[in-house]
């Protein structure tokens, strides 16, 4: 595992260890660390982080977020670009040969990461969806 932290984190030019080491006084005074939902790659839920938990999140954020969302990264990164649009359309062509339109069976415009992927290939009710 790399000791590398990312260099846009507030402990760039700063050793892993000193890093752990100032986290885990500022743990030690009582302090707790939330994952928001609105920071860059929160996401979907809060989440409090340990020392440990909070050093891997700074050294790579995408990659931490994906482990917790249990996708990959490139995963986790289609989904955030699909913004706006998570509503997984039906794989299935109509008679016309055009794309099917109509949403897959269970799919919200809100999925999550892993429902979001799941979904991916998936059809609508009309075209075997289940
Ligand atoms: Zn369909």
């Excluded at 984190?9 to 500022?26: K, L, T, W």
């Excluded at 340990?50 to 482990?67: H, I, K, N, V």
């Excluded at 979001?116 to 059809?123: F, K, R």
Aim: aromatic content about 6%; hydrophobic content about 35%; charged content about 20%.
């Amino acid at each position: 595992m790399t000791q590398e932290i990312d260099p846009s984190s507030p402990f760039r030019g700063v050793s892993a260890q000193d890093a752990h080491a100032v986290i885990e006084q500022i743990e030690a005074a009582g302090i707790s660390f939330l994952l928001l939902p609105q920071s860059p790659y929160g996401l979907c839920w809060s989440l409090e982080l340990d020392a440990e938990e909070l050093l891997s999140y700074l050294q790579d954020p995408l990659g931490y977020s994906a482990r917790c969302h249990r996708v990959t990264r490139d995963q986790l990164q289609a989904w955030i670009a699909a913004e706006g649009h998570r509503d997984v359309t039906c794989s299935a062509q109509t008679a016309k040969g055009q794309s099917c339109r109509n949403p897959v069976r269970g799919s919200t415009p809100s999925n999550g990461p892993k429902e979001w992927v799941a979904m991916q290939g998936g059809y609508c009710p009309i075209h075997g969806g289940g």
